[in-house]
C-alpha cells in the first residue's frame, strides 16, 4: 500500500551496503523518481543510526565520493551514535 502524498524515488546504483573494518553500513542515494533534482544521501547503521546530508547533490557519484571522503576521514565507525558499532564474534 503506498502513501500518494509521498513520490516514488530512484536510488543510485551507488547505493547498497558497504563494509569497511568488519563494520557494514547501508549507502542510501535518492531522489524523486522522473526528475533531474539533485541526490539526498543517507547512511544508515545495523544499530539504526541514520546521518542524513542536509545538503544534496548535483550528481551521485558526488554524493558517495563525499562519503568515501567522510569515511576516510573520520572512519567508518563515526555513523554510529555511540561511536562504538557492535562487537562482532
Same mark, same amino acid.
Given at each position: ?16 551496503? #558497504? ?37 544534496? #547533490?548535483?550528481t551521485d557519484r558526488?554524493?558517495?565520493?563525499? #562519503? ?11 555513523? #554510529? ?9
Amino acid at each position: 500500500m503506498s502513501n500518494d502524498n509521498e513520490p516514488e524515488m530512484e536510488y543510485s546504483e551507488l547505493s547498497g551496503e #558497504f563494509t569497511e573494518d568488519g563494520v557494514t553500513v547501508l549507502v542510501d542515494i535518492s531522489r524523486p523518481a522522473g526528475t533531474n533534482l539533485d541526490w539526498q544521501m543517507l547512511v544508515l547503521t545495523q544499530e539504526e543510526d541514520v546521518t542524513e546530508w542536509e545538503d544534496p #547533490f548535483p550528481t551521485d557519484r558526488e554524493a558517495f565520493d563525499e #562519503f568515501l571522503a567522510t569515511v576516510a576521514r573520520e572512519g567508518i565507525r563515526s555513523f #554510529f551514535g555511540d561511536d562504538e558499532p557492535p562487537t562482532l564474534q
